[in-house]
């Protein structure tokens, strides 16, 4: 089993900064790929940022040059970091990890997300 779990959601005025952390943990053999998402009412969910474990990111178009996402390959962890926030940054923000795990002796493949952490940008 592969756990994913975020941290670091609130409330926060426009212009304010704001950081997320997500940590997977369990049966990992190796992590191709981290990301955030988010989601506001009534939208549907969309890529935030994403790194694979060579460091390579992909950022929305919406969010470049105000948040930055690192990676802590070591601990498993990533980091998204969101500062000039504006109110149509509100949202659950998700983690996503796409793993590799052993089973026996096949690598299997599998895509976890975790429970969402709620991101408020309001005066």
């Known amino acids: 089993q592969v756990q994913v779990v975020e941290s670091g959601g609130g409330l926060v005025q426009p212009g304010g900064s704001l950081r997320l952390s997500c940590a997977a943990s369990g049966r990992i053999s190796s992590i191709n790929s981290m990301g955030w998402y988010r989601q506001a009412p009534g939208k549907q969910r969309e890529l935030v940022a994403s790194i694979t474990s060579s460091g390579r990111t992909d950022d929305a178009d919406s969010v470049k040059g105000r948040f930055t996402i690192s990676r802590d390959n070591a601990k498993n962890t990533v980091y998204l970091q969101m500062n000039s926030l504006k109110p149509e940054d509100t949202a659950v923000y998700y983690c996503?990890?796409?793993?590799?795990?052993?089973?026996?002796?096949?690598?299997?493949?599998?895509?976890?997300w975790g429970q969402g952490t709620q991101v408020t940008v309001s005066s």
């Open positions: 996503n990890a796409v793993v590799k795990y052993q089973i026996g002796y096949t690598l299997a493949s599998g895509e976890y």
